[in-house]
């Protein structure tokens, strides 16, 4: 039961959480221990209600989860965990997720709220909606990020928060893109629960790839705003940053766009050397710039 419970908390998926770090680097205050340990608990909270929420999302997608190649797989279509006792996890996590984000400020708390109805809106209904289902998936990585500024107290940069937002809507694209080329080889129609059809998949690619065009565009007029330059030592080294993320947001819709890809971006980067590598590339650049 315990084993069931831990896996369906999808620890690996915390990683998206670590984006609550980002306003403490780019703030420059990653070396202000108080900081830094207000940024933690911050990630604690976010991830303990990440998982709640996973657990939610299995509870109202049992039915299709069974008939899915992969996801049949999750405790609770496999029949491992009960849905009283997944009811009773999710309950428990929240409960400990809010006690955490207490001891971080109310501003913080406000945003983590709003974070956990937003996914739970989704998970009873809002995923069914094509289109709308991406546009929230990307302004739910986009409240981490928020949920990190006001943890933290730092200025709300209009920057960061555009690429975000068109940054994670395209990968949310690149991950609808997956599943309906995973549902024209299985020699499906239409998705279960969700808005899309078969047919949707080129045009979905086009918007997912423009998007993430258009994110690196944000980056380039960050680091050519006078304001912004002012606050790095050498700005000049942000650039590096740029092709970087080009490499890496082209190969992988290229990657998918192949048949190569996993139904999760979040497994395939935590699995790619290469992603690694570009992680390393922009945050050298960035500590290198301030």
């Known amino acids: 039961m315990i084993i069931a419970i831990i896996k369906e908390m999808r ?21 202000d221990l108080d900081m830094v340990s207000v940024s933690l608990i ?21 039915e299709s989860d069974r008939k899915h190649p992969v996801k049949k797989f999750r405790p609770i279509a496999a029949g491992l965990l009960p ?30 709220l709003a974070y956990f109805i937003l996914t739970f809106a989704y998970s009873f209904g809002l995923k069914e909606l094509a289109i709308i289902d991406v546009l929230i998936l990307g302004g739910l990585y986009t409240l981490r990020i928020i949920a990190g500024i006001y943890a933290i107290d730092a200025d709300m940069s209009f920057w ?22 995973n549902m024209e080889g299985r020699n499906e129609e239409k998705m279960t629960r969700r808005g899309y059809e078969v047919g949707d998949a080129d045009l979905i690619s086009k918007m ?11 980056i380039a007029l960050y680091i050519h705003d006078p304001l912004v330059a002012a606050k790095y030592s050498t700005p000049i080294w942000l650039w590096f940053v740029i092709p970087a993320m080009l490499y890496w ?16 971006p979040v497994l395939f980067a935590l699995r790619d050397k290469a992603s690694y590598v570009v992680v390393i590339v922009c945050l050298v650049s960035v500590l290198v710039a301030i």
């Open 11 to 31: 620890i690996y998926q915390w990683v998206k959480n670590t984006l609550i770090f980002v306003p403490l680097l780019l703030s420059h205050t990653y070396t």
């Open 42 to 62: 911050a990630f604690v909270a976010f991830s303990l209600c990440a998982s709640s929420v996973y657990i939610i999302n299995d509870l109202c997608d049992v």
């Open 83 to 112: 849905p009283f006792a997944a009811k009773m996890a999710a309950l428990f996590l929240f409960v400990i997720a809010l006690s955490v984000a207490l001891l971080v400020n109310q501003e913080f708390v406000l945003v983590f």
């Open 160 to 181: 960061l928060l555009v690429f975000s937002l068109f940054i994670f809507i395209s990968l949310a694209m690149l991950k609808r893109f997956i599943e309906l080329k």
């Open 208 to 218: 997912g790839i423009v998007s993430s065009y258009i994110a690196i565009l944000v």
């Open 249 to 264: 947001l082209s190969r992988i819709w290229l990657i998918a766009n192949r048949g190569q890809l996993h139904e999760d």
